[in-house]
């Protein structure tokens, strides 16, 4: 599985932007997907994750209500709409899928998923 990530971008604090991920292959709509984020000296944090078939999502409490993970199946892509974007969303996003097919549950750590995307930079400006 190959991950391509894209749509980051430099934005005034209060915006919006949406983050695309496009997958190859054709196991997408069986994985569980997730996106990160990483600032430099940190460690890449847990930001949403999506079932495989799309009705079962959960953020980190710093971005609940302000983003929106969501997939299409159809499109091999999975999104990340961000809304009333704030200076300390500033970082590299990530997305990433869970290298086992057709699972339940949640995965909150970069350790848990083994295919990534090249990750995409979103800046918010205050």
């Known amino acids: 599985v190959q991950l391509q990530a894209s749509g980051g971008g430099l934005v005034q604090a209060g915006g919006s932007l949406r983050l695309s991920c496009a997958a190859s292959?054709?196991?997408?709509?069986?994985?569980?997907m997730g996106w990160f984020r990483q600032t430099p000296g940190k460690e890449r944090e847990f930001v949403a994750t999506?079932?495989?078939?799309?009705?079962?999502?959960f953020y980190a409490d710093s971005v609940k209500g302000r983003f929106t993970i969501s997939r299409d199946n159809a499109k091999n892509t999975v999104y990340l709409q961000m809304n009333s974007l704030k200076p300390e969303d500033t970082a590299v996003y990530y997305c990433?899928?869970?290298?086992?097919?057709?699972?339940?549950?949640?995965?909150?750590?970069?350790?848990?998923?083994?295919?990534w995307g090249q990750g995409t930079q979103v800046t918010v400006s205050s």
């Open positions: 990433a899928a869970r290298m086992i097919t057709y699972e339940g549950g949640y995965y909150l750590s970069p350790v848990n998923f083994g295919y």
């Open positions: 292959g054709r196991t997408f709509s069986s994985r569980i």
């Open positions: 999506i079932s495989y078939s799309g009705d079962s999502t």
